[in-house]
């Protein structure tokens, strides 16, 4: 039977645009490994990891708190400065283009300049902590649009929340509550949906971040162009779509 799709599900995660979040996951990841690899354990999208590495230099020193303190400062400003900024443009009709435009230009900043400085000598020197707030720009606006801009509260920097929304979906439809969902036929088509995206999220940002380590290892920070190509494709792909609904 056809089961006629509910308001909720043609708005946030059950939108068009599914795919978003889907991409921007994969994205994350790869940039987050090759931060972590190249940048002395430095996380710029997952900002808790590299807030609990630079708690736990309280303890076990070793000469890289500086970098990470400024990796933090610079995440919390500058998301500030981005949320401030999108509130301000919201009502403009190219703006989901342009954020994944300039985040595609700022992470190709990062590319240029990691392979510019490299080798990185040391994790406080005026090199690497250039290279990293480059970086933590790119991914505090991919924090702030995903709320502000695609209206999807799917993290795509941190998976823990997409786990526990992933394992609810499963106990949803294999658990005891199962009966009670398959008799509303809409709360289990939306279960069901919500399970094959969440897997669909999950399943991307771990590709992408075995596809980062392993395209970092061969080819440093040139391979910070492949997340830049997949944003360059989204945002022309988003122009599109706003150019042609006024044509």
């Known amino acids: 039977m056809m089961v006629e799709k509910s308001k909720s599900?043609?708005?946030?995660?059950?939108?068009?645009?599914?795919?978003?979040?889907?991409?921007?996951?994969?994205?994350?990841?790869?940039?987050?490994?090759?931060?972590?690899?190249?940048?002395?354990?430095?996380?710029?999208?997952?900002?808790?990891?590299?807030?609990?590495?630079?708690?736990s230099e309280v303890?076990?020193?070793?000469?890289?708190?500086?970098?990470?303190?400024?990796?933090?400062?610079?995440?919390?400003?500058?998301?500030?400065?981005?949320l401030i900024l999108l509130q301000k443009l919201k009502d403009w009709k190219y703006i989901r283009a342009a954020v994944l435009a300039v985040e595609a230009?700022?992470?190709?900043?990062?590319?240029?300049?990691?392979?510019?400085?490299?080798?990185?000598?040391?994790?406080?020197?005026p090199e690497t902590i250039l290279v990293a707030l480059i970086a933590v720009f790119a991914m505090?606006?991919?924090n702030a649009v995903m709320a502000k801009v695609f209206h999807q509260h799917v993290p795509t920097t941190v998976m823990t929340g997409n786990f526990a929304r992933f394992a609810i979906s499963v106990i949803d439809i294999l658990g005891p509550e199962r009966a009670s969902v398959d008799r509303d036929e809409d709360a289990a088509y939306k279960t069901r949906?919500?399970?094959?995206?969440?897997?669909?999220?999950?399943?991307?940002?771990?590709?992408?971040?075995?596809?980062?380590?392993?395209?970092?290892?061969?080819?440093?920070?040139?391979?910070?162009?492949?997340?830049?190509t997949i944003l360059i494709a989204l945002a022309i792909h988003q122009w599109r779509i706003r150019y042609d609904s006024n044509t």
């Not at 399970?195 to 391979?223: D, K, Q, W």
């Open 193 to 228: 949906r919500q399970l094959r995206h969440y897997c669909y999220v999950l399943t991307a940002f771990s590709a992408g971040a075995l596809a980062g380590a392993v395209s970092y290892n061969v080819g440093g920070f040139l391979a910070l162009a492949c997340p830049i």
């Open 9 to 55: 599900e043609k708005t946030g995660l059950y939108s068009k645009e599914h795919y978003i979040p889907i991409l921007l996951s994969f994205i994350a990841a790869f940039v987050d490994v090759i931060c972590y690899l190249a940048l002395f354990r430095t996380f710029t999208a997952f900002i808790t990891g590299t807030l609990i590495i630079l708690a």
């Open 59 to 82: 303890i076990h020193p070793d000469g890289v708190w500086i970098m990470k303190a400024l990796v933090v400062l610079t995440f919390v400003v500058g998301l500030f400065l981005w």
């Open 140 to 142: 505090t606006l991919q």
């Open 105 to 125: 230009v700022l992470l190709g900043a990062f590319m240029i300049s990691g392979m510019f400085f490299s080798p990185l000598l040391g994790a406080d020197t």
